[in-house]
């Protein structure tokens, strides 16, 4: 429905009515008398022209001035048509570009099949567009906990679309919260301002927020390479796990194909029942094969090509060395019994020796020493061996490491840096202890796990749980609380935490780093000794030096498939190399079902978001204002038709007959 926001401008058309009443109105002739009129026909003839108030004769000058002048007022008037858009005079865009925005179920620019982020760019572009010329917008791409401000309340619409224009999809999941807690301090301080979310709803925004929720995408067929991983059977031989999982909520069919170091090994037909999964298991992998990558065939009935596919790297484990000192732990030493290399990546080679029995150590002198792990259970030595350590419970100080200063009973735990490889695939969630000590740690270590003494006063001092750091280029890692005295063993999350601490102080136990990681997750890498420097080279062949040191953590890696880490010795020899895969796994982000609607909760409410911005108008004065100047040029062409003609005839002879 049309709508006029300026409608006083209507006004102006009583300006019509003179218009025409000048040529309606001539000037008056005299009278003369003549003896005949036969020479005078063109005299009278004018003469009549200039009578007033005769009938209005065709006058093309006078249609084009009423045009144009009909053009201007409905160009002041300022015409408009509902639309989606912005109502307020300030907007923050937040834009969802994590990993499910890459599907490929929307309607691109050219009418093609294009993806969910490319929809969402073309409708934050048509809000920029259509919002008045004096508001102010602010653009946020967000994905994986990470808020990039493109741009900060601009009144240039230019710089506004070329910020959107240049967001990509990234690998990353689909968590906003940090963008959405920044684009409310920004319009905390803007009276007249909104948020206005563009995804497709699989998130979960944080308590209370005012976001507004634009939906995209529309369907939910998406089939992943869900899980992919390989065991040692018998006879030497390997044999390979694939998982298959379909997302969507019709039924489907692909055809599995497996590939040992770049040849085809295997092909299998799998029947995907609905929001189901099916396993598969191929055997004989030989035993000498480096890399393995499954992949499901390209199918219309999948939106989502990042999940089809994916790499493994086949490198035996070797067992870490462990001595565990203890005057017995039952619990202990069953999980690190467990620690076969088969299922967990994680081998061990576990020598038990009582406190009274421990010799000291020679000091470190080769790499292999990255493979050595001291485990002290509820005792300290006097002088620690070298190698990496792990200590639990310990009964005293350690000069350097750290100090004992009292112990609480039932400290409540929660996880403080859940990016850290020691709580992988790990919940700690209602996990009880009697008793702990209470630690306190130098630089060197970073707190994992804390506890609370007052379970209902979580505002109270933390108590660290577990810590773990380097310092004088070996590792060492804390657990605070003695097994006993907590229910911890006995949860599922006991024997995979030994894993990720064997696996964190025993680099060597399975690799300098794991065979396959996710997109986005943290990558710490600790050169062997005797190690000057490695080169990282990505999948597409870029390189990234990598200096020795203490550690260092590598940027995000964003692109899916198989790296490479080359050593260089000092003598510039060529070394050796890892290889490892980045996969897509993310049963979030694979399941693609678009959400309409977001709820909203906040800490005494719970609204609904509709996917339906607030009430805004496409104006078009634009346009109308530049039909009305081309009927003014139009107008004084024909005024000046004669100039015109003059002017046209001089161009075409200076074109066409000089040239």
Known sequence: MMTFLSPLAFALLALIPPIIALYLLKLRRQDYEVSSVYLWQRFVRDVEANAPWQRLRRNLLLLLQVLFLLLLILALVRPATPTEGVAGQSVVLVIDRSASMAATDEVGPLGQPGSRLEAAKQAAAEMVTNLPETARVTVIAAAGGQADLLTSATQDPRQALSAIDSIQPTLLNSDLDP??????????????????????GAITPPPGSSARLVSFGKLDANQAISTLSISPVADGQLALFVQASNYGSAAAQRR???????????????????????????????????????????????????????RLVVRPVEPARVTVVTNGNFFLQTALSLLDGRRVGVAVETTTV????????????????????????????????PGNLLLIAPPQSVAGLFDITGQIDNPALEVVQPD?????????????????????????????????PDPAQPDSRPIPLLLAGEIDGRRIAILAFDLHQSDLPLRPAFPILMANLIRYLAPGAGGVIPAQIAPGQPLAITLPAGVARARLIYPNGAVQAIEAGAGQTLPVLSQLGLYTLEFEPPDNQPGDQVRFAVNFFDPVESAIMPQPDLALTGRNREQTAQAALPPAYREWWRLLAAGALLLLVAEWLVYRRSVAIRWWSGLKYRIFVRS
């Open 354 to 385: 009582a406190p009274a029995n421990l010799l000291p150590d020679q000091a470190a002198t080769s790499p292999d020493d990255l493979k050595s792990v001291h485990i002290f259970d509820r005792t300290v030595p006097e002088t620690l061996p």
């Open 179 to 200: 963008a959405l807690t920044l684009a409310e301090a920004i319009v905390a301080r803007e009276p007249n301002a909104e948020i206005i979310m563009l995804s497709d």
């Open 420 to 452: 850290h490889p020691l709580v992988d695939n790990i919940s700690l969630a209602d996990t009880q202890i009697l008793a702990t000590q209470v630690i306190s740690a130098g630089s060197w270590a970073r707190t994992v796990v804390v506890g609370y």
């Open 256 to 310: 599995l194909i497996v590939e040992v170091d770049g040849a085809p090994f295997a092909a299998v037909d799998l029947d995907l029942p609905p929001a189901g999964h099916v396993e598969q298991v191929i055997e004989a992998i030989p035993p000498e094969a480096e890399t393995v990558e499954a992949y499901l065939q390209p199918s219309d009935e999948d939106v989502l090509p990042w999940d089809d596919r994916a």
